[in-house]
């Protein structure tokens, strides 16, 4: 299998000889779960490519407490191309273990030159990376009920994890309350507090860590509501 051609969205119409010089560069890495493939401030001279596994990007407050921005899966980029690396603003926790590939930056610089698909579809993914920030941004806005911040995260990790359940679509990840908590910025105790009524509702169904969503629609439609 072409990993690169057939994995990932960047290099889709990108010169066939361009693409198979860049899959010779790859370089095999195992990850362990609960560990950290980066930590904020390292300066990174390759860029990461998911083929399995799941990963979190994370913020880490002056508490000592983390933020999650972004979890990745399977087809997905972790850290940004860059063609003059700087100390990186997050950290990336291994949520499950799995395989990446490194990629030199210098490598995909120079491709990028060669091949001006390569580039754009580069800045498509720099803008899908900043609308998914600006929804963020819109949820963690203290405009929008606690309550409803929960039900639309976990209404997103039902489409991007989608698992078969009896009871409907299961989420393909451990969530402790603890992890829902960094996933929404919220204190633990809050999240726990909060997410009461959809469970009482019938809403979202929890047991073991494991979140199933028994009608994606109407959980849709509760935190969509303007009540």
């Not at 407490?65 to 100390?87: A, C």
């Not at 390569?118 to 806005?141: C, E, F, G, H, V």
């Not at 995260?153 to 908590?181: C, N, Q, R």
Request: aromatic letters at 8%; a positive charge.
């Amino acid at each position: 299998m072409d990993f690169l051609s057939e994995r990932l969205n960047i290099f889709q119409g990108v010169d066939r000889e361009i693409v198979h010089a860049l899959t010779n560069k790859l370089i095999k890495v195992n990850t362990e779960a609960n560990s950290l493939l980066f930590r904020e401030g390292d300066i990174l001279n390759s860029i990461y490519l998911v083929d399995s596994g799941q990963y979190s990007l994370y913020k880490l407050a002056s508490s000592g407490d983390h933020r999650v921005i972004f979890t990745l899966g399977p087809g997905e980029i972790i850290n940004y191309p860059e063609p003059h690396p700087g100390p990186i603003s997050v950290s990336c926790n291994v949520i499950r273990a799995g395989i990446v590939y490194k990629l030199e930056q210098k490598a995909l610089s120079h491709a990028m030159v060669k091949d001006p698909i390569l580039a754009l579809n580069i800045i498509d993914l720099y803008n899908l990376r900043m609308r998914r920030l600006y929804r963020q941004l819109k949820n963690s806005s203290g405009f929008v009920r606690l309550d409803k911040r929960i039900a639309a995260k976990l209404w997103k990790l039902s489409k991007d994890y989608p698992a078969p359940h009896p009871e409907g679509v299961a989420i393909d990840m451990k969530i402790t309350m603890t992890f829902l908590a960094e996933l929404i910025g919220a204190s633990r105790e809050s999240v726990s507090r909060s997410i009461k009524p959809l469970l009482e509702s019938g809403l979202v169904i929890y047991d073991k860590a494991c979140f199933v969503i028994p009608d994606r629609k109407r959980l849709e439609n509760y935190f969509k509501s303007g009540d």
